[in-house]
Structures are given as structure tokens and as C-alpha cells.
């Protein structure tokens, strides 16, 4: 399962290396990592600003997906995090 996160402009810089690491950055990473998953920009090279906040994570069922998602929600840098759902057929 793919899991999507938003994050605040200034954390997603951080993440993408535009901007020195914080704490808070560091924290949103190690939570991916004890998911077994790392954060990858969903729109990588992009200049605007609202879409660099978007990344992608691996979860690797429902269940973890699901408890990945709460997990960074309760995170204050985090403005959205949701399990993407599967592509329905046209």
C-alpha cells in the first residue's frame, strides 16, 4: 500500500535537502523508517512550492499503511497523511 503524506513547505525542503535537517525533520523520517519505509518526494524536481510538499511511502499492507498514516498525523509538520487507494479501472 502507498501511503501520501503533505508536509509543511519548511519540512519538505528539509527533506529534499534544499535545507538544513531539523529535529522535526529527523523525527518524520525515523517514523517512516520504523514503518520499514522512507519518505520520496512524490513530484521530485518540481518548483512549485505546494506540490514539493507531497511524498510518498511504501507501507507494505493495509494494516501497517493504516497505522502509518496515524502515526504521522499526530505529527505537527505533517498536514495530511492518507493510504492512497488502489486504481479502479476506468
Not at 501511503?3 to 517512516?32: C, N, Y
Not at 499492507?61 to 495530511?80: G, H, P, Y
Request: aromatic share 4%; glycine share 4%; charged share 25%.
Amino acid at each position: 500500500m502507498e501511503v501520501i503524506a503533505q508536509l509543511t513547505e519548511e519540512i519538505a525542503a528539509q527533506l529534499r535537502g534544499d535545507a538544513p535537517a531539523s529535529l522535526e525533520s529527523r523525527m518524520i523520517e525515523a517514523k517512516a523508517r520504523e514503518f520499514g519505509s522512507q519518505l520520496v518526494p512524490l513530484h521530485p524536481g518540481i518548483a512549485d512550492p505546494k506540490l514539493a510538499t507531497y511524498f510518498r511511502l511504501d507501507g507494505s499492507s493495509e494494516e501497517t499503511a493504516s497505522t502509518l498514516v496515524e502515526s504521522l498525523r499526530q505529527l505537527e509538520d505533517v498536514e495530511a497523511a492518507y493510504v492512497k487507494p488502489h486504481a479502479a479501472p476506468p
